[in-house]
């Protein structure tokens, strides 16, 4: 995103132990949770599905394939204990309206392409839905070293949370805090780099449910892993917002604060010994 050079190694398909997943792999493996946590029988219902491929894993003939998302609001409102399969980004749309469409929990990983979802928990079951965590309604208790960053007329950057200092090669957590002014009228990224002795790591990633999402007076707790570099050094760590692919990056402009010609704004250093 900043325009420097990366060395990628490409490993030939046979050497590789695992091809990487599909979407009806990871159709199935909901499937699979959904099978395990229904206990008798249940209605279900998938949305956000499409149908040929829910025919390849082979789901319940007595499915409804829901494609209106109140019809689904609607069908987790019951009384009775549900439970549904829902794309990602479908889930995003109904966490948006939680509060004014009942509630629900997610099973298994909320960050997985599809989401098995129901509307009353059982003994042994927990709500792993983790959105309440990232897009919250009033500012969080404590936003980490505080900083001051605006991209556009949209995003404003209050705090960091990061630890001083690491071993080589540790994960270690970040939390980014932030205030939506407006609404983000595009799909956004987010870029973190750590720089020191020529050597960069990183750990750019999507914020749950994404920017689009996002809506005047949500504040935004990003926390996610990063693994330290393998050469003892000061790095120093840099963050903002792009956007496209390899060769056509484009970062989000930023319009108050520290940063540098591309957009990148400071959020301190980091040991990593």
């Given at each position: 995103e900043d325009g420097?050079?990366?060395?990628?190694?490409?490993?030939?398909r046979d050497?590789?132990?695992?091809?990487?997943?599909?979407?009806?792999?990871?159709?199935?493996?909901?499937?699979?949770?959904?099978?395990?946590?229904?206990?008798?029988?249940?209605?279900?219902?998938?949305?956000?599905?499409?149908f040929a491929?829910?025919?390849k894993v082979n789901i319940p003939p007595e499915s409804d394939f829901v494609d209106v998302f109140d019809d689904l609001a609607e069908f987790l409102a019951r009384k009775e204990r549900v439970l549904a399969?829902?794309?990602r980004p479908k889930l995003c749309e109904l966490n948006r309206a939680h509060g004014t469409h009942g509630s629900f929990a997610v099973l298994g990983d909320p960050k997985a392409p599809f989401a098995v979802l129901t509307n009353h928990l059982i003994?042994?079951?927990?709500?792993?839905?983790?959105?309440?965590?990232?897009?919250?309604?009033?500012?969080?208790?404590?936003?980490?070293?505080?900083?001051?960053a605006l991209w556009g007329d949209s995003i404003r950057f209050?705090?960091?949370?990061?630890?001083?200092?690491?071993?080589?090669?540790?994960?270690?957590?970040?939390s980014l805090f932030f205030e939506v002014l407006k609404p983000v009228a595009k799909s956004w990224q987010t870029f973190v780099h750590f720089y020191g002795q020529g050597i960069r790591f990183q750990a750019d990633h999507e914020v749950q449910c994404g920017t689009e999402g996002w809506r005047a007076g949500d504040w935004i707790v990003d926390t996610f892993e990063v693994q330290a570099g393998s050469v003892a050094a000061i790095?120093?760590?840099?963050?903002?917002?792009?956007?496209?692919?390899?060769?056509?990056?484009?970062?989000m402009q930023v319009t108050q604060g520290q940063s540098d010609v591309n957009n990148r704004v400071p959020i301190g250093k980091i040991v990593v010994q």
């Open positions: 420097n050079r990366i060395l990628i190694s490409i490993i030939p050497t590789c132990d695992e091809t990487p997943p599909t979407q009806k792999d990871h159709l199935a493996d909901s499937l699979a949770i959904f099978l395990e946590h229904r206990k008798s029988n249940e209605a279900f219902v998938t949305y956000g599905v499409p491929l829910g025919e399969i829902v794309s003994h042994g079951e927990r709500d792993e839905n983790t959105y309440s965590q990232v897009v919250r309604n009033a500012l969080p208790k404590g936003t980490g070293t505080k900083k001051h209050v705090g960091v949370d990061m630890p001083s200092s690491v071993q080589v090669g540790e994960s270690f957590e970040v790095y120093s760590g840099y963050i903002g917002f792009f956007t496209g692919q390899h060769g056509s990056w484009k970062n």
